[in-house]
């Protein structure tokens, strides 16, 4: 079935600095992909998404690109803030695609 | 922004009780999950439901387990005889489609589950 490889944490940065989180994929055919946030004390929220190949998904200056020459879809923010800290998970679709599989989750912390 | 409500946020039960676990999903949406993140491992898929029906379920939701959707707005996680081992945070969510075919699903705050 359907499965993610995440790149394992925790990664600690200082405030404006760049941030890659790996993500790669295992699956039938071309998926959907996302990206979830879990602040602390809070639940999944949903970061963004791309749903075919060279699709970029972004949303509050993260960036993904859906590259299947690679099976990769990884997270990348340009200046991160104290925030963003928080853990950070890539999923997709697995089963009949009626649930989504999780990566293990990157723990963030951004530091002033 | 329309979002998903779980309550009650945290419950404590004694091993070998009943506990229901209440969700109000996004009313729109037609398709409604819960999954299941124990203490510091990966968020795992319990069970998909739609048209008041299972649609799937994994391994973990044995006979213990059971979904219901009583009124049209709540979707609910029974756990019988509960264990030491169902202690986790249980999350719902809810999306307006498959999510093979793109659409997100969202989900609530979660309820930590504590069996004692």
């Known amino acids: 079935g359907n499965s993610v490889t995440q790149m394992e944490g925790p990664v600690t940065l200082s405030e404006e600095a760049f941030l890659t989180i790996n993500c790669t994929y295992t699956a039938t055919g071309y998926p959907s992909l996302f990206w979830y946030v879990q602040y602390p004390g809070e639940g999944l929220q949903l970061l963004l998404k791309?749903?075919?190949?060279?699709d970029k998904g972004s949303n509050k200056g993260f960036e993904a690109t859906y590259r299947k020459e690679t099976t990769s879809f990884h997270l990348e923010k340009g200046s991160v803030q104290v925030s963003d800290s928080a853990v950070y998970f890539c999923?997709?679709?697995?089963?009949?695609?009626?649930?989504?599989?999780f990566g293990s989750g990157t723990q963030l912390t951004v530091l002033p | 922004e329309p979002e998903v409500t779980q309550t009650p946020s945290h419950q404590v039960t004694q091993m070998g009780q009943e506990v229901i676990l209440r969700c109000v999903p996004i009313?729109?949406?037609?398709?409604f999950y819960w999954y299941r993140q124990i203490l510091g491992q990966k968020v795992e898929f319990l069970v998909s439901f739609y048209n008041n029906e299972i649609s799937e379920k994994s391994e973990i939701f044995d006979d213990q387990f059971s979904v219901e959707r009583p009124d049209g707005s709540n979707f609910t996680l029974k756990i019988r005889s509960t264990k030491l081992e169902d202690s986790a945070m249980y999350f719902c969510?809810?999306?307006?489609?498959?999510?093979?075919?793109?659409?997100?699903?969202?989900f609530g705050d979660g309820t930590r589950l504590s069996i004692l």
């Open positions: 009313s729109n949406h037609l398709y």
């Open positions: 791309a749903t075919k190949a060279d």
């Open positions: 999923a997709l679709p697995s089963g009949s695609a009626r649930q989504l599989t």
């Open positions: 969510a809810s999306s307006l489609g498959w999510t093979g075919q793109g659409q997100p699903q969202h």
